[in-house]
């Protein structure tokens, strides 16, 4: 994206996520008191013989230690994608829901191996306004298949789930997506949660397929401010709701083929809310100085265009081409390139971790994000 597509004056900001309803500066202090309450809990795991590690509270993933290995857990959500599907449906003719089985597998699988565990069982939460939901055959199909298909491509097994009907709670012909996953780091060795980050790691970023499943109460905000919502082309001859389901990619694979190396990670970031202020979730006083930019997928340019965003909010909020990253000593870039290349996607080198405050800085686009401004832990 040329910095011509996004406004350079930082105090008018166009479209904001906080203006369609999701406020972080809100939920992220409701998070970190639940943080601390959960962590006066700890001791529970002694029953087992067990401990926590406690560096892993605030990080994505959730870890305990065990004789032979650490186990991780996440339970993660979709959000409000699978209206956007159920829009679309009407001028695609497709249900899409076997994409969106992939993006809440992704969502969940992404966020377990950032502390380099291999995703070992998924399970699934369907909840609906009502049971008449699985009713429509073809979308529950689509929806069960692609689930199995992304917990294949996690190279975990499908372990069961839930599919509470919630009426009064949630709105009738609508379903929340999410699930929950155990991971385990074995040996112990590639358990990874910041403390060996170093000034000198290089930054690589891996490629975006899209919006992922991040910003969504956004994308539908701008939908119904454009004359043929999503049926608009985004200028390539594709709408903007399939543009904006293309499924997220599932990036297991490429960190085990990394592993397996013996390349030494240093640090992993799933780069989902908070966008690129992601990039500083270790808790360490370091700077991460991003020298380059990535291309930026066709549907968040369009995004940022017809909402008018500045670069402070578009890279503040969305991936902006950059869906997970790894932290790594130079000799190893080349590796974590070549395994992403290998599964069909893009990476570059785009930064460098340097001592100083912590914050993230994009050199390309004059941006620079604080510590403070990501409190999510």
Not at 70 to 98: N, P
Not at 274 to 297: D, E, Q, T
Request: charged share 20%.
């Amino acid at each position: 994206m040329s910095e011509s597509a996004l406004r350079s004056d930082p105090a008018d900001t166009g479209l904001t996520y906080a203006d369609t309803g999701v406020d972080y500066d809100a939920i992220d202090p409701a998070k970190i008191m639940a943080q601390k309450a959960a962590a006066l809990t700890a001791g529970q795991l002694s029953r087992f013989g067990l401990h926590e590690v406690p560096a892993s509270r605030g990080e994505s993933a959730y870890v305990w230690e065990e004789r032979d290995a650490y186990r991780a857990f996440v339970v993660e959500g979709l959000g409000t994608k699978s209206l956007v599907a159920d829009a679309s449906r009407a001028f695609t003719g497709r249900s899409h829901y076997d994409a969106l089985a992939q993006d809440t597998v992704a969502m969940i699988v992404n966020d377990v191996i950032v502390v380099g565990a291999a995703p070992q069982v998924v399970n699934a939460y369907w909840a609906v306004g009502d049971s008449h939901w699985f009713d429509d055959r073809e979308r529950a199909r689509d929806l069960v298949d692609g689930w199995a298909a992304a917990c294949e491509l996690a190279g975990a097994t499908w372990g069961g789930g839930e599919t509470p009907a919630l009426k009064g709670i949630i709105e009738p012909g609508t379903i929340d997506l999410g699930g929950a996953c155990v991971g385990v780091v074995d040996p112990k060795e590639r358990l990874v949660l910041g403390d060996r980050l170093v000034a000198g790691d290089h930054i690589v970023l891996i490629e975006a397929s899209g919006i992922h499943a991040n910003g969504l109460t956004l994308a539908r905000h701008l939908a119904d401010q454009l004359p043929k919502g999503y049926a608009t082309d985004i200028g390539n001859g594709t709408s903007y709701g399939e543009a904006l389901l293309a499924p997220t990619p599932i990036y297991a694979s490429i960190l085990a083929e990394v592993l397996d190396t013996g390349a030494d990670v240093h640090y992993l970031v799933n780069v989902t809310g908070h966008g690129w202020r992601k990039l500083m979730r270790a808790h360490r006083a370091l700077r991460y100085r991003m020298h380059s930019a990535v291309p930026v997928p066709p549907v968040l340019d369009f995004i940022v265009r017809q909402g008018d965003m500045s670069p402070d909010e578009a890279y503040a909020t969305l991936n902006m081409g950059a869906g997970f990253a790894f932290y790594v000593p130079e000799v190893h870039v080349d590796t974590v390139i070549s395994a992403a290349q290998r599964k069909g996607l893009g990476a570059w080198s785009a930064g460098v971790v340097e001592e100083g405050e912590r914050e993230v800085v994009v050199e390309p686009l004059g941006l620079r994000y604080a510590g403070e401004r990501l409190g999510v832990r």
